[in-house]
Structure formats: C-alpha cells, structure tokens
C-alpha cells in the first residue's frame, strides 16, 4: 500500500511540475560607472559618475525556449548615436549582436564571431534602444545561434560625439578598460 501511495505521489508531482521555463538572471548595475574616451594625443580615459546617459543600472535575461531576451533599465536613455551591443558564448559557438542608431535609421546585425565575424542572417533579432526612455532590450533566436543549451553574454551601451565616446560594460565587476564581462552559464528553458 505503502508503495502504491509512493508512486501515486511520484505521479501527481509529474503532473503538477511546470513545463521547462526560461531560465532567467538579474544583475544591478553601478551607477555612475560610465567609461568616457576624449578624443586627442593622447586620448583622456576617465570615468565620469555624474554621466546619466548611457548608465545601465539594471541587467535582465531571459533563454527562453526559441530565444534569449535581455532588458535593460539606465539611468538616463540615448538619443541617437548609440549602439547597443552584446556578445554571446554558447556550447555551439561565439557571436555578437548590436542595434546602432547612426543616422537615420536604427540598425540590427549579428555576427559569427567564430566565423571570421561574418554577418548571420537572422530575420528574427530584435532590439530597441529607446529613445527618450531609459530602458532598452535586444532579443535574438535560439534558431540563429545554432540552437545553444548553455550561454553566457556580455552587454554595453556606447554613445558618441564628435569629440569623445563613452561605455557602460553593464557587468564589470570591478577592474579596468576594455574587457568584456561576461554572465554565469544560463541553460535554455
Ligand atoms: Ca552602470
């Protein structure tokens, strides 16, 4: 009887477990943390606390089970000359995914970092980078990354003026310059 009620148990917990859901991670950004370059001989490199635009302050991903979705929150959102860009290391290979808004129009593209940084048609890659917000998102098909079960990612905002650029590298920890700071492994949903 014992046994019986055991397996009954079993299989009411196997009809009651939720389907697989995306797997989902949050990080707060530093504020104040805004890399700037000003143009010359020699570039000046400082960070600028006061600098709200372009500060990410709040990271969130989703791999969900046809695609990975990250948002962000900033402090003060861009204008226009502004990219939005993120890289991507999976069990299946190594990519980088941008929204530029240079000019008139935005625009979407995604690279084969493995494959000699060759554009990757993907009909499916979304972003935004709202102007007049302060929140973006960039979301791209699991489809077009070769179907990865595993996946770490990079993300930052750039913006740039005739006279000097700035990035937030939304995951540094700490350190110095140019290193792109990567996520733990997040598993597809
Ligand atoms: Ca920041």
Not at 93 to 108: E, T
Not at 149 to 156: A, D, I, V, Y
Request: charged share 25%; glycine share 8%; hydrophobic share 35%.
């Amino acid at each position: 009887m014992r046994l019986l009620l055991t397996s009954l148990s079993t299989l009411l917990l196997l009809a009651l477990a939720p389907a697989a859901q995306a797997e989902t991670w949050s990080h707060t950004d530093t504020s104040g943390d805004v890399h700037v370059v000003e143009y010359g001989d020699p570039p000046l490199e400082y960070y600028e606390p006061a600098r709200k635009r372009g500060d990410i302050t709040e990271v969130n991903a989703a791999f969900r089970a046809k695609r990975f979705l990250v948002e962000i929150d900033l402090r003060q959102g861009v204008k226009r000359d502004a990219i939005l860009a993120m890289g991507l290391k999976g069990d299946t290979g190594r990519w980088h995914a941008s929204l530029s808004y240079v000019g008139k129009h935005p625009h979407l593209q995604l690279d084969h970092w493995d494959q000699g940084w060759n554009n990757v048609f993907c009909p499916g890659l979304r972003a935004e980078l709202l102007k007049g917000e302060d929140r973006g998102w960039i979301s791209v098909p699991n489809n077009c990354l070769d179907k990865p079960r595993k996946l770490r990612f990079s993300l930052r905002v750039v913006t740039f003026t005739d006279d000097l650029n700035t990035n937030d590298e939304a995951l540094r920890e700490g350190g110095k310059g140019y290193r792109e700071w990567y996520s733990p492994v997040l598993r597809r949903g």
